[in-house]
């Protein structure tokens, strides 16, 4: 399984709000379920030369007080290859989901 994890900051005190316009303008799906839930999940899912590949996004609260959420990104991907689906979503989505320098 391939796998992803950073530390972001959220720009307000819903994960909805700050992240779902963002998640969804990127081609992400949010299920109804968790429209109104204190963590966001999204999926992405692609269909590249006959292969289906789904990579799945989880976004919950590290310190809600100072705005910090955890990013989880993986699918069902080998973690050893180079050019997955779950690195490629992750190397776009951090582009505008910015990763936290926490020392």
């Known amino acids: 399984m391939a796998f992803i994890q950073y530390i972001s900051k959220a720009d307000s ?5 700050s992240f779902a316009p963002l998640l ?3 081609g ?12 966001l999940y999204a999926e ?3 269909s590249n030369n006959n292969k289906f590949a789904k990579v799945n996004l989880l976004i919950s609260w590290v310190n809600e007080t100072q705005k910090h ?19 490629k979503v992750h190397n776009e989505i951090s582009q505008f989901i910015k990763p936290l320098n926490v020392p």
């Open 28 to 39: 992400m799906i949010i299920p109804k379920r968790f429209e109104q839930s204190k963590q």
């Open 69 to 87: 959420c955890s990013i989880e990104i993986w699918s069902d991907e080998p973690l050893a290859r180079d050019k997955t689906l779950c690195r």
């Open 44 to 46: 992405f899912n692609s």
């Open 13 to 17: 005190d819903s994960l909805i709000n």
């Open 24 to 26: 969804k303008n990127y």
